[in-house]
């Protein structure tokens, strides 16, 4: 399936987003943590453009909530002239064993490039849901992917309308609403 989504950094400290998003009549839903592994066949990936990192790029995915699943992942991304994530698509399959998996990809000799470790809090009012990440190492981060409501509109029309729905939340937002957490986390280094 493919959506179109928005991530943008927070700069409030988590429980003054709590606090605001539980007055804007949001309730937190669920909470999980995600462990993601990602590996591409490139050992110099510095020196890759974010749209042929993740193209040459996936990911074993762990999730740890209630009943915790190990996955596959890869993410097809289509972007704007801008560098905005305006479809994304993505492919999953289960795997049993997350160290195994792991192992697997490290003694094919794949480059696992970087781990991100990311808390998750969904916060939910009427058809719209925000996922709250806190990135090990990063920052905060809001993510809202497309819902039902959107299925009409076109990838930019749907960009825009998140984008505004998230700005008047009334929290301290970065300027990129397209930040690819992967990317800033490599660069980082």
């Known amino acids: 399936m493919r959506e179109t989504e928005i991530t943008v950094q927070v700069f409030n400290d988590y429980n003054e987003i709590d606090e605001i998003l539980k007055r804007k009549g949001f309730e937190m839903v669920e909470n999980y943590q995600l462990n993601d592994w990602y590996f591409s066949k490139f050992d110099?990936?510095?020196?890759?453009?974010?749209?042929?990192?993740?193209?040459?790029?996936?990911?074993?995915?762990?999730?740890?909530?209630?009943?915790?699943?190990?996955?596959?992942?890869?993410?097809?991304?289509?972007?704007?002239?801008?560098?905005?994530?305006l479809l994304e698509e993505k492919v999953k399959s289960e795997l049993?064993?997350?160290?195994?998996?792991?192992?697997?990809?490290?003694?094919?000799?794949?480059?696992?490039?970087?781990k991100v470790e990311n808390n998750s809090y969904v916060y939910k009012k009427e058809n719209i849901e925000f996922v709250v990440q806190i990135i090990k190492n990063l920052?905060?981060?809001?993510?809202?992917?497309?819902?039902?409501?959107?299925?009409?509109?076109?990838?930019?029309?749907?960009?825009?309308?998140?984008?505004?729905?998230?700005?008047?939340?009334?929290?301290?937002?970065?300027?990129?609403?397209?930040?690819?957490?992967?990317?800033?986390l490599l660069h980082k280094k």
């Not at 042929?52 to 890869?74: A, H, T």
């Not at 195994?100 to 990809?105: E, H, R, Y």
């Open 44 to 85: 110099n990936v510095l020196n890759l453009s974010y749209t042929d990192l993740i193209n040459n790029s996936f990911l074993v995915r762990y999730i740890i909530d209630e009943c915790p699943k190990i996955q596959l992942c890869y993410k097809k991304k289509e972007l704007d002239k801008f560098g905005n994530v």
């Open 96 to 114: 049993t064993k997350l160290e195994n998996a792991i192992k697997i990809f490290d003694l094919a000799g794949l480059n696992n490039y970087c």
């Open 139 to 184: 920052g905060i981060f809001i993510e809202y992917e497309e819902d039902e409501s959107m299925k009409d509109m076109l990838p930019d029309q749907k960009f825009s309308y998140m984008v505004n729905i998230t700005k008047n939340l009334g929290l301290k937002l970065g300027n990129d609403f397209s930040c690819k957490k992967v990317f800033m």
